[in-house]
């Protein structure tokens, strides 16, 4: 899978999604888009909707948390040991 961006550094430029899918013999790829929008753009109107209408959020609140769990297994690995 690969985005497609013709340049990061200007805002609502197209972006394109394609994805290869190999199986036996055979390979293929999908392209979807142009979509106009940058994710931050819809990421910021979900959490408008939800917070305007009640709708619900996209990723639950659980998943923050499980991400939490996930940085600090990262920070422990990256902590130098401590000499006794």
């Known amino acids: 899978m690969r985005l497609l ?3 990061p550094y200007i ?3 197209p972006m ?6 190999s199986s036996g013999d055979a390979n293929a790829w999908t392209a979807s888009g142009p979509y106009y929008k940058d ?3 819809v990421e910021l109107e979900a959490l408008h ?3 305007t209408t009640g709708s619900e959020n996209r990723t ?3 998943d923050s948390l499980a991400d ?4 600090e297994a990262i920070i422990a690995h990256l902590r130098p ?3 006794s």
């Open 11 to 13: 805002r609502n430029l």
């Open 49 to 51: 909707a939800a917070i």
């Open 39 to 41: 994710a931050f753009e």
């Open 16 to 21: 394109r999604l394609e994805i290869q899918e």
């Open 68 to 71: 939490f769990d996930i940085f």
């Open 5 to 7: 961006y013709d340049t």
């Open 81 to 83: 040991e401590q000499a």
């Open 60 to 62: 639950p609140v659980s």
